[in-house]
């Protein structure tokens, strides 16, 4: 295997490591937190529910994207 | 854990998983994965009705990502894509008014099922017969290899008829810089509705057809057809999303549980592209229709829906 492979391949299973366990407090924190509320809204104000899931579901793809970019920038620079 | 919206009981590993699987291909092929996405998670014991509407939402924060990658690799043609998503979504309403008819004649699973045998096959055959030929003759043009930018050059063995389609001067025409093609807008729209008439009749974003047609019939490079269908993908699926929603038919914790692994899969799936040429990623394509027919023949032949 190539040097430069294996250095990306090792920097991409850090990544994945450091993002894993920042999910893990994501899944038991952030969604332990809003659960409750959703499921209220989802039963009672449908169009109120209707918005938030399209703001939660982009903001948090816009957020992670750029955590794991940053995290994949920063691997990678401290490699080189 | 538990999701009370859809009160279900599924392993979150098991979510971003799934999540993960389908960004690759939404980030290599440009599709939103419902074909995978749906049975994984009715296999988990989530209602039809909140697979195909969670599937939506998450298919949005997956584009969102994949697309926002896509266009720091100059892949994504957004004129292009605001003009598909006007007609994806007047599909998209016709092809849910098509079901409302086909229920009411009482024959809507039968239809639904050999429509989309049929479409998935023939769409399965022919790129497997295009890319097959046009990666035959690039072989015997040139013998060398094509990497980074030189790769997304595209050639195709339909291009004669691609052209002829772009020949036809229907006013308004278009110019697209960022894609290198000057086309009706009746042709972009009339791809757009037959994608969206898909999406609304067989579910899910019929990236499977909105994907090859951009290239066969409006002309635009491989490359750039991923990054815009993904880009259009983020417009319709948020619709869709939103009157799901309103219908009662979002489980939004599902969803964002997927999503965490489809960050990941939509950046490997984008970054992949580069390595590979058009007609490469074509052929690759093939397989992913074959899925789909074959999960629509299972449902047929046991009865059981997936």
New interface residues.
């Given amino acids: 295997m190539k040097k430069g492979t294996a250095k990306s391949l090792q920097a991409f299973a850090i990544e994945?490591a450091v993002?894993s366990v920042l999910?893990i407090c994501?899944?038991f924190l952030v969604?332990h937190l809003?659960?409750?509320w959703?499921?209220r809204l989802?039963s009672q104000h449908?169009?109120m529910?209707?918005?938030?899931?399209?703001l939660?579901?982009?903001g948090?793809?816009?957020v992670?994207?750029t955590v794991?970019?940053l995290l994949?920038r920063f691997l990678r620079g401290r490699g080189k | 854990?538990f999701?009370?919206?859809s009160n279900t009981h599924i392993n979150?590993i098991y979510l971003?998983v799934v999540g993960f699987i389908i960004g690759i291909l939404g980030g290599f092929f440009g599709v939103g994965g419902s074909f995978i996405a749906g049975p994984a998670l009715r296999l988990m014991g989530v209602d039809w009705n909140y697979a195909v509407g969670t599937d939506l939402?998450?298919i949005?924060?997956?584009s969102?990502?994949a697309a926002?990658?896509h266009r720091t690799l100059g892949n994504v043609d957004l004129k292009l894509g605001l003009f598909m998503a006007i007609g994806t979504i007047g599909g998209a309403e016709g092809g849910a008014q098509l079901i409302q008819a086909l229920k009411r004649a009482g024959n809507v699973n039968t239809v639904v099922s050999w429509v989309a045998i049929v479409v998935y096959l023939g769409i399965a055959v022919f790129m497997l017969w295009e890319s097959g030929t046009t990666l035959q003759s690039d072989r015997r043009r040139s013998p060398r290899k094509i990497k980074g930018a030189e790769s997304k050059k595209d050639r195709s063995a339909f291009g004669p008829v691609t052209q002829r389609i772009q020949r036809v001067e229907i006013w308004p025409m278009i110019t697209l810089p960022t894609s290198g093609i000057r086309i009706s807008l009746w042709t972009i729209l009339l791809v757009a509705f037959i994608g969206g008439l898909f999406s609304g009749f067989l579910g899910g974003g019929a990236g499977y057809i909105r994907m090859p047609s951009m290239v066969y019939v409006l002309g635009v490079p491989t490359h750039l057809a991923v990054g815009t269908d993904l880009f259009e993908i983020v417009i319709s699926a948020?619709y869709g999303?939103?009157t799901h929603?309103?219908k009662?038919n979002?489980d939004?914790?599902i969803?964002?549980?997927m999503?965490?692994g489809a960050?990941?899969g939509a950046?490997i799936g984008v970054v992949a592209t580069q390595y590979f040429a058009g007609p490469k990623i074509r052929l690759a394509f093939v397989p992913l229709p074959l899925i789909g027919a074959a999960i629509v023949v299972y449902t047929l032949m046991t009865g059981h829906k997936l």
């Fill in positions: 994945l993002y999910v994501y899944f969604l809003l659960g409750d959703l499921y989802e449908r169009y529910y209707a918005a938030v899931a399209i939660l579901i982009a948090q793809a816009v992670l994207d794991t970019t994949f | 854990m999701f009370p919206i979150p971003a939402a998450h949005v924060g997956k969102i990502v926002r990658q948020s999303t939103i929603a309103i009662g979002v939004i914790l969803a964002l549980v999503h965490t960050v990941v950046q």
